[in-house]
């Protein structure tokens, strides 16, 4: 309907309006209105007017498109229709609350203090309130970061529906076994490969710098020798000048 809301008001001076049906549209549609000369068409005007098609729509007329994508809570559709521009929005946010996601975790660390003090028992709409309290009592955090980071660990993303009752419907259990757990587990794993991979390096540099203490020692063996058969040719030498020197004298 946002495409035909737009469509029938293309090339006028009325105003576009969103309507939820073709019998209200109808009777605002007038041809005399439309205008000779060339219009633009404009595709956010009519994401736009989408959006508000679907703040206009009840759960009952929704029913039935909701449940072919396994939708079928009303609470929910109420939620999350004034935050999209398109149904498919729908069925995105309704995965992210319900099915796995890909976290961004800034900040492990932060997460693990999150975990710790995340509140007990079923989420209501004070569970957001309570949960930022107990963290910033933990430590010390502006209250934009804290908000930024719980978003992006919670539904890998920078913006979205209000956080406090997009909790309700992601729930307690989902936040310690399906998210961030999992990507500090992830995490860990990461850094204890890393771990690994230094270890070896660490076994590599001590190998090599035994080698090098090695040469180093023969070297100066080496040198030892070198010197030992500087002084015997010294030796030498003078007892042949000594030769020559008493050759000379007779």
């Not at 309006?17 to 005007?45: D, P, R, V």
Request: proline share 1%; glycine share 6%.
């Amino acid at each position: 309907m946002a495409l035909s809301s737009y469509l029938t008001k293309l090339g006028t001076s009325d105003s576009i309006e969103a309507h939820i049906n073709t019998q209200s549209l109808i009777g605002t549609f007038n041809i005399e209105k439309f205008s000779s000369a060339s219009t633009q068409f404009n595709l956010n005007k009519v994401y736009q007017l989408n959006s508000k098609v679907l703040q206009k729509m009840s759960f009952d007329v929704m029913k039935e498109r909701l449940h072919q994508i396994g939708m079928d809570s009303a609470e929910f559709w109420y939620f999350i229709r004034g935050n999209i521009d398109r149904f498919s929005g729908v069925n995105e946010w309704w995965q992210i609350c319900k099915s796995h996601i890909n976290p961004i975790i800034l900040n492990e660390e932060f997460i693990k203090i999150a975990l710790d003090m995340l509140p007990q028992g079923n989420f209501d709409k004070n569970t957001l309130s309570e949960w930022v309290k107990a963290i910033r009592q933990k430590i010390d955090i502006k209250t934009k970061d804290l908000f930024i980071q719980l978003r992006l660990a919670l539904t890998g993303k920078e913006a979205g529906p209000e956080l406090a009752k997009l909790l309700i419907f992601i729930g307690r259990e989902k936040i310690i076994t399906r998210r961030i757990t999992r990507v500090c587990r992830k995490n860990r794993g990461i850094y204890q490969k890393k771990a690994a991979e230094d270890l070896v390096d660490a076994k590599i540099i001590l190998r090599d710098q035994d080698k090098i203490a090695k040469d180093q020692a023969e070297i100066g063996r080496g040198l030892d020798k070198l010197n030992k058969d500087q002084d015997k040719f010294s030796n030498a030498l003078q007892g042949f000048e000594q030769t020559l020197m008493n050759s000379l004298r007779v």
